[in-house]
């Protein structure tokens, strides 16, 4: 069975096609905040890819955020990027 981290970097590779990619849950941090919920995750991304690089900070964040639209409204809480 694939999970959820894995089907988040296959449609982010499949988008952007970046040279590397590690997605970080950092949930674990943040369940003493008022509105953790169990449900949803707190990620980092750790992205390095040339198109992103291309782009101003905004508009790559606007690309992840718009490819991750689905996730972001039902699983993802919080998403921190880091583009190399």
Same mark, same amino acid.
């Given at each position: 069975?694939?999970?959820?981290?894995?089907?988040?970097?296959?449609?982010?590779?499949?988008?952007?096609?970046?040279?590397?990619?590690?997605?970080?849950?950092?949930?674990?941090?943040?369940?003493?905040?008022?509105?953790?919920?169990?449900?949803?995750?707190?990620? $980092? %991304?750790?992205?390095?890819?040339? +198109?992103?690089?291309?782009? !101003? /900070? *905004?508009? &790559?964040? $606007? %690309?992840?955020?718009?490819?991750? +639209?689905?996730?972001?409204? !039902? /699983? *993802?809480? &919080?998403?921190?990027?880091?583009?190399?």
């Amino acid at each position: 069975m694939i999970t959820f981290f894995e089907e988040v970097k296959t449609k982010i590779n499949k988008a952007l096609n970046p040279e590397s990619i590690s997605l970080i849950d950092n949930s674990s941090l943040h369940s003493k905040h008022k509105f953790f919920d169990h449900n949803k995750f707190h990620l $980092k %991304l750790i992205i390095k890819s040339e +198109k992103l690089r291309k782009l !101003s /900070k *905004i508009d &790559a964040h $606007k %690309l992840v955020f718009s490819i991750l +639209k689905e996730e972001m409204k !039902s /699983k *993802i809480h &919080a998403l921190e990027i880091e583009i190399h």
